[in-house]
Structure formats: C-alpha cells, structure tokens
C-alpha cells in the first residue's frame, strides 16, 4: 500500500458530518499525499485543510506549499482551505482546534517549521513566525497547537528518514516532538 492510499484510509476512517480540520504537511512530504486530498476532495468529506508550514512567498511561487497543493489537487483552490498568511484565516486557526495533523520531517530533523528549541519552546501562540537555516521568513502551527490535535500522523516515504527517527543520541527536534506527544500520535514509513 502507497503513502497516498493510507492517507486517504485514514481520512476516511476520521471523516465525520462536522466539518474537521487538517493539518497539512509542506516541502517533499507533501507530493505523497496530493493524491488523497484530491480523493477526499471529491468524496465531499467535511475537511478545511490548512498547512502546518508556509513560506512568506506568492502562492504562484514553486516554493509555496499552498502553491504546491493548488497546482497539484484538482479542487484544492475551491476547497476553504486555510491560508495561515492571512490574517483572516490566522485568527480562525487561534481560535479552533487543529483535529488531524499530517507531520513530515527534513533530514535534519526540523517538523513545521519548528527550526530550533527556540520555536520548539515558543507556546505563545497557535502561529508563529521563524527562519529557516537560509534566513527565510516562514509561519508555522506551534507544538501548543499540534499538541493539541486530536490525531498526530508522522508520515515519510525516504528510507534515510527512517534512520533520523532511530537516532535517540542526537536531540532532534521530530524525535522531542513525538516524545512529548505520549499519546495520539501515529509513525507512518512508505519508503
């Protein structure tokens, strides 16, 4: 079974007549779960699907992981999505619950764009701002936020990721989170 089918048996296996809302994963991961959402989308499942990550570019850029999702998903620009660039859409995500999370990670450990203990630590807010290791402005859901899900799923598709979620002696921002969760978080490995 394919990252994608799973993604899609899990929102079906969540799907309720509330409308519930759905943390989305950015960069590389997201490419493995264009097909479920898509699938989701035209099964009319009650979801707003907002990012867990968002660089501080257009969403006509290739680096927008908005972007990404609208080029990508049939319907995806239609679905109420949440833009956690806008301020509208900030004041919701403050506001409401985040129900279902899909995580992915980077090599180097980061989730979101939870780059440091700084913005590991930062519990202020359901948002916050922080920089990539490039100085680029990013916005991402906090670890208050995320930790606050009903349902966590760590998901990746790349064998060398495997290893970082092995690595117990180097403190990596992923394994703290997963840690710290103790309960309602699922791994999910497709590579």
Same mark, same amino acid.
């Given at each position: 079974m394919n990252l994608d089918k799973k993604v899609f048996d899990m929102l079906c296996d969540y799907h309720s007549d509330e409308i519930q809302n759905v943390a989305l994963p950015g960069g590389t991961t997201s490419k493995f779960l264009f097909n479920a959402i898509? #699938?989701?989308?035209?099964?009319? #499942?009650?979801?707003?699907?907002? #990012?867990?990550?968002?660089?501080? $570019? /257009?969403? !006509?850029?290739?680096?927008? /992981?908005? =972007? /990404?999702? &609208?080029?990508? $998903?049939?319907n995806f620009a239609n679905s109420g999505f949440y833009n956690i660039l806008s301020e509208k859409d900030k004041k919701i995500v403050e506001r409401d619950q985040v129900d279902l999370a899909?995580? =992915?990670? =980077?090599? !180097? =450990?980061?989730?979101?764009?939870?780059?440091? #203990? !700084? !913005?590991?630590?930062?519990?202020?807010?359901? &948002?916050?701002?922080?920089?990539?290791?490039?100085?680029?402005?990013? $916005?991402s859901l906090s670890v208050k936020c995320l930790k606050k899900t009903k349902k966590t799923f760590i998901v990746y598709a790349d064998y060398k990721k495997k290893e970082i979620l092995k690595d117990d002696k180097r403190l990596l921002l992923i394994n703290l989170f997963i840690k710290s969760m103790e309960k309602n978080i699922e791994v999910i490995n497709y590579g």
């Open positions: 898509e #699938m989701s989308i035209k099964k009319k #499942m009650n979801y707003r699907f907002l #990012m867990t990550d968002e660089r501080q $570019v /257009n969403t !006509d850029s290739n680096q927008s /992981n908005i =972007g /990404n999702y &609208i080029r990508n $998903v049939e899909f995580l =992915g990670f =980077g090599l !180097d =450990g980061h989730f979101a764009s939870i780059f440091s #203990m !700084d !913005d590991f630590n930062n519990v202020s807010r359901n &948002i916050i701002h922080t920089f990539n290791k490039e100085k680029q402005k990013r $916005v």
